[in-house]
């Protein structure tokens, strides 16, 4: 079971990532007592039944944020299985009443693993916008930004990391594969040329190595994303990173908690790998992130080539700058993929007023705590 104290702790940023009100969830964490299967108390009753009453209302893009929440922070037994299962389902049904957003599954040599996609259609093609989350997040937690895909002149693809969600590729040194593989899928539909990833924490390991030797990725947005040090520093390991991270890890990689250290201590990019890559890359950190080593951010910054990073004073996940974060992503994308307009300046005036609030206010108040 999970410390349910931590889980706690560390729900915040998905919480604010769906826009789901502080004062929603906090009334339901303190209805939480324990992490037991699915029992009266548990983490995972007290959230599907509030995801339950929000489906029988018709709410079903709400029900299904709740259901995503109720299988946090991965599946581990019978209940969360029932509530990723729910998420999925009135996610499907959620979208195929607004239309414009389709399924895709790819099936690879070591497993299966399902997509969200729009706009993807060989008669106009367009770039196309990869979003993956990290090791706690779904893809249906990120799958509503595709409603928005048309709007920024790209095609729009979600997806899962390896042991995530529905997908069932193993974690392991040859993840960063998968990108090339769904790129590889894509292309058997459409023109796949130009494509920029939002890869967030553990996946922008994935997409950065993988940027390093697919050309077709033509840029990398990324924060909180692994290096180096995360995986070869075992003792920022045992001292610093969270149970439920090290947990999530082990159960993705199909190992125990005690071993992940040494199963992932060869994964780390290399000086030349980071100094190799010739696309642009965005990184965002934060100066008291938990998880990710303070060395990991200082490697990008002396090797990447095309660089463009910003800091927050905040902790993994920068939670008290969720909005403003997604300024900057929508922001780099324009800026990337190079479109110009209106457009393009009306974000760039509200990220840089919102970036100046934040600086004025003091950005960092004492954290509820996030996840990875």
Known sequence: MNDIDELKRFVEIHAKAQNIPASEYRAILAAVSHDEDDVPGSWVRAWSDAAERLEQQGRLLKACQYYNMARFPYVNGPGRQAALDRCVTVFDRWRRERGGIEPLEVDLPGGRLRCWTAGLTATQPRPILLVTGGIVSIKEQWAPVLARARRLGVAGVVTEMPGVGENTLPYDADSWRMFPQVLDALAQRIPVDSVYTVALSFSGHMALRAAAHDPRIKGVITAGAPISDFFTDTEWQRRQVPRVTRDTLAHMAGTRPQDIASRIVDWALAKDELAGLDVPVAYMASTRDEIIPPGDAALVREHVRHLSMITNDDVHGSPHHVV?????????????????????????????????????????????????
């Open 324 to 372: 403003e974060t997604r300024l900057w992503i929508l922001l780099t994308l324009l800026r990337m993929s190079g479109r110009r307009g209106a457009q393009r300046a009306l974000l760039g005036g509200l990220w840089r007023l919102m970036r100046a609030r934040s600086r004025s206010k003091g950005s960092f108040r004492a954290a509820e705590g996030v996840g990875a």
